[in-house]
C-alpha cells in the first residue's frame, strides 16, 4: 500500500523565515496531494492542496510543489509568523480508489517571534 | 460555510462495550470516510463509503468495526467491543467527488478504561 514519509517530524524558525517541509511517497498512481495545518486539540484543515498535473501552486505566503518524477513534494511557507506554530501534515490521495488519504507523520512547526 | 459535525465530542467506555459514533456530512456530499487520531500521531485512515456501501477499508478497520448510514444525514460508526487500544481522536469527512478536499468534522475523542 502506499506510505508516505515526512520531514522533519520538528520545526523551529524565527518569525520572518520562511519553513520548508518534504514528504515522499510511494505509489506512483497518487495524484491528489493536500496539506493540513491541525492546532492542538481540533480538526485538521486544509491549507492548500495540488494535483499531479500541476508542479506548483501558490496562496499567498503558503506554496506546494510536485515532483511527480521523484515523487516528493514539498510545502514552502515564507514570512512566518507565530499563529503558523501548529502541526503540519502532508496527505496523499488516488483517484478512483474513493478518496482515502495516507497521512504523513507530521511536522510540529514553531515559530518564534 | 457548511461544516461536518461529530457528537459526542468526548465518550468515555469501559473495555468490551459498545459505541457509536455519530457524524453528519455536508448535505449535497456523497463520499464519507472515518479517520482515527491516537493522541501525538499521524492521522490513519480506516473506511471510505459511497453509495451505501463500504468502498474501502484499512488493516484497522477490522470486524470490531462497522459503518452505516441509517437515513440520509447521519453517518456512525460502531465500535462492537471496544479495546484500550481504540482511545483515540475519530474523525469523520466528507467530500462531494470523491477526489476533492475533505472536509472534515471536529472529531470525538474516545476514552477506553
Known amino acids: 500500500g502506499e506510505n508516505v514519509e515526512q520531514h522533519p517530524s520538528t520545526l523551529s524558525v524565527q518569525e520572518g523565515d520562511s519553513a520548508v517541509i518534504k514528504c515522499t511517497y510511494s505509489?506512483?498512481?497518487?495524484?491528489?496531494f493536500p496539506w493540513y495545518k491541525q492546532e492542538l486539540g481540533k480538526r485538521p484543515q486544509l491549507i492548500i492542496d495540488?494535483?499531479?498535473?500541476?508542479g506548483e501552486k501558490k496562496d499567498q505566503r503558503i506554496a506546494v510543489t510536485l515532483n511527480k518524477t521523484a515523487k516528493h513534494f514539498s510545502l514552502h511557507i515564507t514570512e512566518t509568523q507565530p499563529e503558523d506554530s501548529a502541526v503540519y501534515f502532508c496527505?496523499?490521495?488516488?483517484?478512483?480508489?474513493?478518496?482515502?488519504?495516507?497521512f504523513g507523520q507530521g511536522t510540529e512547526l514553531s515559530v518564534k517571534p | 460555510e457548511p461544516e461536518v459535525t461529530q457528537t459526542p465530542s468526548h465518550q468515555v467506555t469501559q473495555m468490551g462495550q459498545e459505541v457509536i459514533l455519530r457524524c453528519v456530512p455536508i448535505?449535497?456530499?456523497?463520499?464519507f470516510y472515518w479517520y482515527r487520531q491516537i493522541l501525538g500521531q499521524k492521522v490513519e485512515f480506516l473506511v471510505s463509503?459511497?453509495?451505501?456501501?463500504?468502498?474501502?477499508k484499512s488493516e484497522i478497520f477490522d470486524d470490531q468495526f462497522s459503518v452505516e448510514r441509517p437515513d440520509g444525514s447521519n453517518f456512525t460508526l460502531k465500535i462492537r467491543s471496544t479495546k484500550l487500544e481504540d482511545s483515540a481522536m475519530y474523525f469523520c469527512?466528507?467530500?462531494?467527488?470523491?477526489?476533492?478536499?475533505?472536509?472534515f468534522g471536529p472529531g470525538t475523542r474516545l476514552t477506553v478504561t
Open positions: 505509489d506512483s498512481a497518487s495524484n491528489y
Open positions: 496527505a496523499v490521495g488516488v483517484y478512483n480508489q474513493g478518496g482515502k488519504l495516507i
Open positions: 495540488i494535483r499531479s498535473n500541476v
Open positions: 469527512a466528507s467530500t462531494l467527488t470523491g477526489v476533492d478536499e475533505q472536509y
Open positions: 463509503f459511497y453509495n451505501n456501501e463500504i468502498s474501502e
Open positions: 448535505s449535497n456530499h456523497l463520499y
